[in-house]
């Protein structure tokens, strides 16, 4: 079982990263398409840097992605800090409620009082 679920583990950031990586690879390509690698180049590097439309919308995806992660950084804390006290507390009175209802069920099989 252990092997199958890593072989899935695998198959699944395969299937998520290998577009990545397909991007990535054919960026520096000095083809116009992406059918075949025909050499490197950083023209499209060029293009991307002096077209200030392009950089304005590379620094908004940078911003989103920069406030999305703190966003959720300060919700997790939160939710960390205000949760697991309130499970502790919730623990111990099933903790507590467990205990009381063995020792009463205890009592009932030993038959009546003498």
């Known amino acids: 079982m252990k092997k199958v679920s890593?072989?899935?583990?695998?198959?699944?950031?395969?299937?998520?990263?290998?577009?990545?990586?397909?991007?990535?690879?054919?960026?520096?390509?000095?083809?116009?398409?992406?059918?075949?690698?025909?050499?490197?180049?950083?023209?499209?590097?060029n293009e991307l840097f002096a077209d200030s439309r392009l950089m304005l919308i590379l620094s908004e995806t940078f911003l989103l992605a920069f406030l999305s992660a703190l966003i959720a950084t300060v919700i997790?804390?939160?939710?960390?800090?205000?949760?697991?006290?309130?499970?502790?507390?919730?623990r111990r009175t099933f903790a507590l409620h467990q205990q009381h209802s063995h020792g009463s069920a205890r009592r009932y099989d030993q038959g009546p009082a003498s």
């Open 76 to 90: 997790g804390n939160l939710w960390s800090h205000l949760y697991l006290p309130i499970e502790e507390k919730v």
């Open 6 to 45: 890593h072989f899935y583990l695998g198959f699944v950031f395969l299937i998520l990263y290998l577009p990545i990586f397909y991007l990535i690879f054919y960026a520096f390509n000095k083809g116009g398409d992406m059918n075949a690698f025909t050499g490197f180049t950083l023209e499209h590097f």
